[in-house]
């Protein structure tokens, strides 16, 4: 299942700022099945939205900072 494909990044109904976040979960805890990077330790995910009103930024990781 590919969670981050174009159909979720340019359909303005949906929330690819969750499912981006999703992914970045997914990869970081080693369950994103088939496209798992492998040696993730810490990844960064990013989304925006509103008419480039609204940001977010977010780094996952394995370890306590």
Same mark, same amino acid.
Request: net charge negative; hydrophobic share 45%; no cysteine.
């Given at each position: 299942?590919e &969670?981050l494909? $174009?159909g979720a990044q &340019?359909q303005? *109904?949906?929330?690819? +700022?969750? &499912?981006r %976040? #999703? @992914?970045?979960? &997914?990869q !970081?805890?080693? @369950?994103a +099945?088939e496209?798992?990077? *492998?040696?993730?330790r810490?990844?960064l995910?990013q989304?925006y939205?509103? +008419?480039?009103? %609204? %940001?977010a930024? $977010? !780094? #996952?990781g394995t @370890?306590?900072?």
């Amino acid at each position: 299942m590919e &969670l981050l494909g $174009w159909g979720a990044q &340019l359909q303005p *109904d949906r929330a690819s +700022g969750m &499912l981006r %976040f #999703l @992914e970045v979960a &997914l990869q !970081v805890r080693g @369950e994103a +099945g088939e496209h798992q990077v *492998d040696g993730v330790r810490r990844a960064l995910g990013q989304a925006y939205g509103g +008419g480039s009103q %609204f %940001f977010a930024m $977010w !780094v #996952l990781g394995t @370890e306590k900072p």
